[in-house]
């Protein structure tokens, strides 16, 4: 006896609004019940333009044009991320719906925890009630940082991520809040927005964290300013990056205010660049 079911939905299932895309059911067992709705039982896969959904049931109902789907449900875009949920209500193009205890995996490097996850479009991830941090998350334990927000708005066209409501929490602590925040996410290499956060922790300055925002100055220009925050310390940190045809350049510098040496406002700067000249020869500074 077969244990799973291949079937073409484009061929099968008439009802279905597939257009002339191909979309791919694997399930233990599938029946058409009463109303020709479609239950998949156990092991459930759906591949459709490259998106893959892993679930253990899924009911379609053709009265409503709704999927019915109980998790764990996993699914995977061809950019790498991935939403994972408990219960979802989708459309059978998987552009539209409601997906719940979903938490949102960008690039393996950011993750959301939400209540609720609603699609919109096929182009648009609301979540609602969300933890979002880069760090490793174990059982019950805070991670090092996280970003809570009663929403986040994650547009897949554009890459952006806009937070309402968000507060900065770090060890678990309420260190910052604004109104409204937005940050590309990691897919973006250059686009003028916050970045993730980092921590340093050192003999001198204790244990800090910083919140880079990098600005897009051209396509051969870019500026990051990065404060640095500690109890010993008040830092401006910058790094400021030109590319010409023959080199680059690069400066690094910083603006600081500390408990090592009171009532002193002190900077530094350093530069470093490289060019090739003519013959082999080449110019350092």
Same mark, same amino acid.
């Given at each position: 006896?077969?244990?799973?079911?291949?079937?073409?939905?484009?061929?099968?299932?008439?009802?279905?609004?597939?257009?002339?895309?191909? %979309?791919?059911?694997?399930?233990?067992?599938?029946?058409?019940?009463?109303?020709?709705?479609?239950?998949?039982?156990?092991?459930?896969?759906?591949?459709?333009?490259?998106?893959?959904?892993?679930?253990?049931?899924?009911?379609?109902?053709?009265?409503?044009?709704?999927? $019915?789907?109980?998790?764990?449900?996993?699914?995977?875009?061809?950019?790498?991320?991935?939403?994972? %949920?408990?219960?979802?209500?989708?459309?059978?193009?998987? &552009?539209?719906?409601?997906?719940?205890?979903?938490?949102?995996?960008?690039?393996?490097? @950011?993750?959301?925890? %939400?209540?609720?996850?609603?699609?919109?479009?096929?182009?648009?991830?609301?979540?609602?009630?969300?933890?979002?941090?880069?760090?490793?998350?174990?059982?019950?334990?805070?991670?090092?940082?996280?970003?809570? %927000?009663?929403?986040?708005?994650?547009?897949?066209?554009?890459?952006?991520?806009?937070?309402?409501?968000?507060?900065?929490?770090?060890?678990?602590?309420?260190?910052?809040?604004?109104?409204?925040?937005?940050?590309?996410?990691?897919?973006?290499?250059?686009?003028?927005?916050?970045?993730?956060?980092?921590? $340093?922790?050192?003999? $001198?300055?204790?244990?800090?964290?910083?919140?880079?925002?990098?600005?897009?100055?051209?396509?051969?220009?870019?500026?990051?300013?990065?404060?640095?925050?500690?109890?010993?310390?008040?830092?401006?940190? @910058?790094?400021?990056?030109?590319?010409?045809?023959?080199?680059?350049?690069?400066?690094?510098?910083?603006?600081?205010?500390?408990?090592?040496?009171?009532?002193?406002? &002190?900077?530094?700067?350093?530069?470093?660049?490289?060019?090739?000249?003519?013959?082999?020869?080449? @110019?350092?500074?």
């Amino acid at each position: 006896m077969l244990r799973r079911l291949v079937l073409i939905l484009t061929l099968l299932l008439a009802p279905l609004p597939l257009a002339a895309a191909e %979309a791919v059911l694997l399930a233990d067992t599938v029946t058409v019940g009463p109303g020709n709705r479609l239950i998949a039982n156990g092991h459930v896969e759906v591949i459709y333009e490259g998106v893959r959904l892993t679930a253990s049931r899924i009911t379609y109902d053709p009265a409503t044009d709704r999927l $019915q789907i109980e998790g764990p449900i996993v699914i995977v875009r061809p950019d790498g991320s991935e939403l994972v %949920a408990s219960a979802a209500e989708l459309d059978p193009r998987l &552009r539209n719906g409601l997906l719940r205890g979903a938490r949102l995996v960008l690039q393996e490097r @950011l993750q959301f925890e %939400a209540a609720e996850v609603a699609r919109i479009e096929g182009r648009y991830n609301r979540l609602t009630q969300v933890a979002a941090t880069s760090c490793h998350v174990c059982g019950d334990e805070n991670p090092l940082w996280v970003i809570t %927000a009663s929403e986040v708005l994650h547009d897949e066209e554009t890459h952006q991520l806009y937070f309402t409501n968000a507060k900065l929490r770090f060890l678990g602590l309420p260190i910052m809040w604004v109104p409204r925040l937005r940050m590309p996410d990691p897919t973006v290499d250059r686009a003028t927005g916050f970045l993730v956060p980092s921590t $340093q922790t050192s003999d $001198q300055l204790g244990l800090g964290w910083r919140i880079p925002y990098f600005i897009v100055l051209g396509n051969n220009r870019d500026l990051t300013l990065t404060p640095f925050i500690s109890p010993i310390t008040s830092t401006l940190e @910058l790094r400021y990056r030109q590319a010409y045809a023959n080199g680059d350049l690069e400066l690094n510098g910083a603006l600081t205010q500390d408990r090592l040496l009171p009532g002193q406002l &002190r900077a530094y700067v350093f530069a470093d660049a490289g060019f090739d000249l003519a013959d082999n020869f080449k @110019l350092g500074l």
